[in-house]
Nanobody, 122 residues
Framework: QVQLVESGGGLVQAGGSLRLSCVAS????????ITWFRQAPGKEREFVAAISWSSVTYYADSVKGRFTISRDNAKNTVYLQMNSLKFEDTAVYYC????????????????WGQGTQVTVSS
């Protein structure tokens, strides 16, 4: 029902910033919880941030105060603004969507994007 496409990843120095985008290439993000996950090499996929259809936001402790999630319903897009990037933020970042607003850190989402690589160098 929904197809998600991430973009905006790249190489950045520690302390720099990137803005990731998650756009619905098919369907709409309205009434979906949209969540960013990330997966570093050799590690499990982990929760980063989430935003409800009404723009209530949630953050992992590791990114709180540095990352900001937002959505533009007119553009059918969710953004992840990443500031003060650290080497530990290096990972493939995925956006995911589900209709439920509970247990947002679990991986049982209905739709996933293909991922975008974020590499933070020292």
């Amino acid at each position: 029902q929904v197809q998600l496409v991430e973009s905006g990843g790249g190489l950045v120095q520690a302390g720099g910033s990137l803005r990731l985008s998650c756009v619905a290439s098919r369907g709409t993000l309205s009434n979906y919880l949209i969540t960013w996950f990330r997966q570093a090499p050799g590690k499990e996929r982990e929760f980063v941030a989430a935003i409800s259809w009404s723009s209530v936001t949630y953050y992992a402790d590791s990114v709180k105060g540095r990352f900001t999630i937002s959505r533009d319903n007119a553009k059918n897009t969710v953004y992840l603004q990443m500031n003060s990037l650290k080497f530990e933020d290096t990972a493939v970042y995925y956006c995911a969507a589900k209709a439920s607003w509970t247990n947002i850190r679990r991986l049982d989402y209905d739709y996933w994007g293909q991922g975008t690589q974020v590499t933070v160098s020292s």
